[in-house]
């Protein structure tokens, strides 16, 4: 069975860190493109920053570039979300999503909340 946990969300404030981070079990986590995906209140669900399963570039979301940083750790078959300089508008629940691009096999966390706020 696959399962993604999220972990690392919590209260912070406006200018401060936080590093998300996201285990997954029962996947070749290498074979997966990992990405982190989020959803504020009242807006539509967010690709925040992306990593391909074997070398190639990461993206992000305009909004966080610069400040987020995405990485994963195969032997750990772990995805992290490094997130900088958080602002208010980064009050989400973050998700974390695997993709195996050949099969088309997606799966999704139970997400992650985070809050920035004074």
């Known amino acids: 069975q696959v399962q993604l946990v999220e972990s690392g969300g919590g209260l912070v404030q406006p200018g401060g860190s936080l590093r998300l981070s996201c285990a997954t079990f029962?996947?070749?986590?290498?074979?997966?493109?990992m990405n982190w995906y989020r959803r504020a209140p009242g807006k539509e669900r967010e690709l925040v920053a992306g990593?391909?399963?074997?070398?190639?570039?990461?993206n992000y979301a305009d909004s966080v570039k610069g400040r987020f940083t995405i990485s994963r750790d195969n032997a750990k078959n772990t995805v992290y979300l490094q997130m900088n300089s958080l602002k208010p508008e980064d009050t989400a629940v973050y998700y974390c999503?695997?993709?195996?691009?050949?099969?088309?096999?997606?799966?999704w966390g139970q997400g992650t909340q985070v809050t920035v706020s004074s």
């Open positions: 999503n695997a993709v195996h691009g050949i099969f088309n096999y997606i799966y």
């Open positions: 029962g996947l070749t986590f290498s074979s997966f493109a």
């Open positions: 990593m391909p399963s074997a070398g190639g570039s990461r």
